[in-house]
Every structure is written in C-alpha cells, then in structure tokens.
C-alpha cells in the first residue's frame, strides 16, 4: 500500500466537542421510544437511559497522532460537565458505556467493558480504564464486522436501557467482511440506532481507499435509526461552534431533521430523522471499499 502524508495537523480541543456531541445525543436517546426496551434483558438487569456503545477506528490509515487525539477527545469528553449534566437530566439520570477499538473483520478489541456512569466518580474510572493501556493499530477496514461485534455486546451485559446506541468512528469505507448496510439494516430492525462520526480530516495518512464524500457514505451506508446522524469531522477547529449547537438542539428535545450536506465542507453537519430497516441506499454503492480493495488486488497481480 503506497502511503502519503497528509499536510494539515488537527488539535485535541475540538475533537472533545465532536465527541461531545455523539455523547451528549446518546445520552438524551430518552426523546426515544420511553420503554422500548422493556423486558428485553434479564430480570435482574440494572435500567438506565441509554445503552451506549463506543466503536472507535484504529485500522492502519489512522496515523499515531489520530489514535491518540481519539483516546484524548473521548477521556475529555466523558468527564466533561455538559456531558455528565446530559446523563443526570436523563430519567434514571445514568447511562452504561462500553468501549472498543476495531479494523479488519477479526480484529475487534474491547477496551473498556460496560460501566454505569451516573456520577464524575464513575465517569473518572471510566477513564482510568480507558487510558491504561495504548491503541493498538490492525490491517483493512470492517465497519461492518464492528457493528456486529458491538451488536453482541447488548447480550447479557447487566443493564437494560431506554435505547441502545452504538456512535462508530472511522476513515474510511467498509473494505472486508459482510456489506455494511446489511449489517446495519439488522441492527435497525432489532431497535438499535447507529450514529456515525467519518473522519475527513485530511492530516495524518491517506491510501487509496479515501473517500472525498465519506459522510455521504456514512449517511447512506453505515447509520440507521429512529434520529441516527452523521457528524463529518473535515477541519477540527472549525467545529466547535456547530457541535455546540447541534448538542443543545438535542438537549432541548428537537427532533433532527433530513438535510442535504452543506457546501461548505469545514461547516458540513448530515442529520437523518429515520432510517428504516430496509430503506434503499439512495443510489450510493455501498460497495466501494470492496471494489476498490478488488482494484488494488488487480493493480498488484498485474505488476
């Protein structure tokens, strides 16, 4: 794989409001169907306002400086005072959180298992298990095997919540394992919303599996649910002012609506409100991490 360096570097600071946001929007799911879950985990599973699984890219693509500006945007953001005031105003005022980094089809990592956060005490050892040990990079790209790995998680795990979410970061498309809309349409019609956080940053590594219109695929590909959205990261510091709106829209119980991507790419937000379990794709090829993975193999075998 021929790599190039990308030019620009991204800060710490604004990755904590993009992960602001996917927490903040996970942690008010009570707008969601209240009691959806009802009845769906054991009888002695400890009810909480959401069910929130971290699905977190570390495929090759990402450069060490990536890896860790995830780690950091997501231990800053779990302790930070407008996302723990999110998880008190809740119901049950506390949420369960798992976290995992994942790549290839086999390559999945649990990192943190599931936690009740109700409290900055909780939210600190969290972290403290977060940061014990570093990321740990893998071959290809499997956001689909991801989905279903963070599918399996919901299994058995001790809480039952109002709405199960799973927020999955990555940079770029599926390129092995089951099609990824396949695998999130059976996500969706088991009542599980996928939200999305492509990486468009333009710092770090490229390959040839670089999408320029990721969010798009995002949008098509790869979330679904009753207000599942995408939030495309393009330039880091220009993102704090839309993810603080965006997370007070939330807060305030305004349904996202359907909206075209914005031209202007560094202030591009994609919201969807519903995604049905087998709603077409829209005319994007949600096989083209697969076909251009193929027409590298070709490239390869014909030099």
């Known amino acids: 794989m021929v790599w190039t360096r ?12 993009v992960v602001l946001a996917l927490i903040g929007a ?4 009570l707008a969601g169907p209240v009691g959806a879950w009802a009845g769906s985990g054991g009888e002695g599973d400890e009810v909480v306002d959401v069910e929130l699984v971290l699905a977190v890219d570390v495929s090759l693509s990402m450069s060490p400086s990536e890896l860790d500006i995830q780690r950091e945007g997501y231990v800053a953001a779990l302790v930070h005072e407008q996302v723990l005031a999110a998880i008190r105003s809740g119901l049950h005022g506390k949420i369960a959180v798992t976290y995992f980094e994942w790549a290839g089809e086999t390559s999945q990592r649990l990192v943190v298992p599931w936690t009740r956060i109700a409290s900055r005490a909780d939210a600190e050892a969290f972290v403290a298990l977060l940061t014990a040990t570093p990321a740990r990079s893998a071959r290809r790209t499997s956001i689909s095997s991801g989905l279903l790995f963070a599918e399996s998680l919901f299994e058995n795990n001790g809480f039952r919540g109002m709405k199960r979410v799973i927020d999955v970061s990555g940079d770029g498309p599926n390129n092995q394992g089951p099609p990824v809309d396949e695998a999130r349409d059976g996500l969706v019609a088991r009542g599980i919303v996928v939200n ?36 495309p990261v393009t330039e ?23 909206t075209r991507p914005s031209s202007d790419r560094a202030a591009r937000v994609v919201t969807v409100a519903v995604r049905p379990a087998q709603a077409p794709a829209g005319g ?12 590298r193999q070709r490239f390869w075998n014909e030099n």
């Open 196 to 231: 999305g956080l492509p990486l468009m940053t333009n710092s770090g590594m490229t390959t040839r599996f670089d999408l320029p219109d990721l969010d798009r695929y995002y949008a098509h590909c790869v979330i679904g649910g009753p207000g599942s959205f995408v939030i």
């Open 236 to 258: 880091w510091s220009h993102f704090p002012e839309t993810i603080r709106r965006k997370l007070v829209l939330e807060l305030a119980g305004r349904p996202p609506n359907r």
């Open 284 to 295: 994007y090829d949600c096989l083209i991490g697969e076909k251009m993975w193929q027409d």
């Open 26 to 29: 996970a942690a008010f799911a």
């Open 6 to 17: 990308r030019r620009s570097q991204r800060a710490a600071m604004p990755a904590l409001s």
